[in-house]
């Protein structure tokens, strides 16, 4: 079990980089995840994330475009039939 030393340093177990594709030199950051635990990952690790999270928001984005359109077309449409 690793310990903090007096500079609050850990060595991190090698399962534990391994198991996280931790190499010397990467940077890590601490992430605290929905249900408010802490999480290790490596910083590019976490800009994959960012990345793969805003392509979700914008596909939202766009679908929620599309039917407001067809949502205003039917609607005109359905004015002009009056």
Known sequence: MP???????VKIPK??????????GDEVVFVKNKDKNWVLMTLEGLTDKIVERSSD???????SREGFRKGSLKNLKSLDNR
């Open 57 to 63: 928001i914008e596909e939202t984005i766009t679908e």
């Open 3 to 9: 310990t903090i030393t007096k500079d609050y340093k």
């Open 15 to 24: 399962k534990v980089r391994k198991d996280l594709n931790i190499q010397q």
